[in-house]
């Protein structure tokens, strides 16, 4: 008996997680193929042909849980992918997915390992931790996305109030008009997601802008901001692109990005302690970095 793909496991597994709630409101074969697809996109896979990819770019079947992690009856998905070639000591790695009020799934958390819920509530948003043994760090909600909570707070860490948003969008160069941030496209507004990109327990935030007076065929940008020990919030990168987070860490933890855009070759980047550089470049073709060093 021939197995059955990966990708056809994994966007099956994808499509039992959403199998909560009224019967009424269950979607067909069809919408849970699509819902499950953007789930495994959001928490970083990339689906190519009968395979899906983890962030390492090998193969991978990753598994997701429904949790109701906000209590509001709807599931949010916890995905796991066990790869130690990718993932180093932990084994594995998971991402956190919520879908938002405008129904697009987009990551709010993860961590290296496998990660177990806690019955603590932070913010309306369940806790959660490593499921290993041992004393494992503890991730609390914090407003926009999961924190990693300071080993020696007792209380939640610090939540990322309207002015936190202001202040990051700030350090990013918008401007609030009408309480809304135009983009470069002013039919667009510039979004932002919050969350701790280098472990280091205080919340970073990612801004996307959109227009291709700005970034030609590419048509989008970002720029990565990070809030620093003493308060302040400042501009760390930015670039033209879609930026996809990697396992693979540079200097001050800081994750590698695939800088994603038109075309079948893209850069991997990696922080150096001063700048994002190439370190390699990702062929979504054969051949297609052929020249490329």
Known sequence: MNARPAAALA???????????????????????????????AAGYAIRGNQILNGCGRPARPVPTAVDLNGDGRSEAIVTDVDPACYGPAGAGASVIWRDPAGRWRRIG?????????????????????????AQPVWAWAGEAYLLKPASASGPPPATATAD???????????????????????QEATIEIRDLNGDGRPDAVVTDEGTN??????????????????????????????????TRGAGGWPDIENGG??????ILRWTGSDYAIVRWKAEEAGACAGRR
Not at 169 to 177: I, L, P, S, W
Request: proline share 9%.
């Open 11 to 41: 966007l099956a597994a994808a499509g039992a997680a959403l199998a909560v709630g009224p019967a009424a409101a269950q979607p067909g074969p069809q919408d849970r193929a699509r819902e499950a697809a953007a789930m495994l996109t």
């Open 110 to 134: 993860g961590a290296a390992g496998r990660i177990r819920v806690l019955p603590t509530v932070t913010g309306g948003w369940r806790d959660y931790t490593l499921d290993a043994p041992g």
């Open 165 to 187: 948003r202001a202040a990051a969008f700030r350090a990013a160069g918008f401007t609030a008009r009408a309480g809304r941030y135009p983009a470069c496209d002013p039919r």
């Open 214 to 247: 700005c970034f030609g065929m590419t048509g989008t940008g970002y720029v990565i901001v990070t809030k620093e020990a003493s308060g302040a919030w400042r501009r760390l990168f930015a670039n033209a692109g879609i930026p996809k987070f990697l396992p």
């Open 262 to 267: 038109p075309g079948f070759c893209h850069p």
